[in-house]
């Protein structure tokens, strides 16, 4: 199972994002947005929240609960 910290990273990575790009979506800066990253901080919920919308991917699939990417319900 993976971690969440790799999960965003590999999200970032695939989606041709910098650290700074997601920072910025977050509202915080790339240097704390790293040590999420790095797993040196823990996401907040409000962060998880707002990752998932920007990638269109459940929790699930952030947290390492499920490996299929699965887009968000439409609302």
């Not at 970032?12 to 920072?23: G, M, P, Y």
């Not at 901080?41 to 699930?60: G, Q, T």
């Amino acid at each position: 199972m993976k971690k969440y910290n790799e999960r965003i990273k590999e999200l970032r990575i695939d989606n041709d994002k910098k650290q700074t790009e997601v920072a910025n979506i977050l509202d915080t800066d790339q240097s704390y947005y790293s040590k999420y990253e790095k797993g040196k901080r823990p996401l907040p919920i409000e962060h998880l929240m707002k990752l998932c919308i920007f990638y269109n991917v459940s929790a699930d699939y952030i947290l390492g609960f499920t490996n299929e990417k699965k887009p968000l319900p439409k609302q």
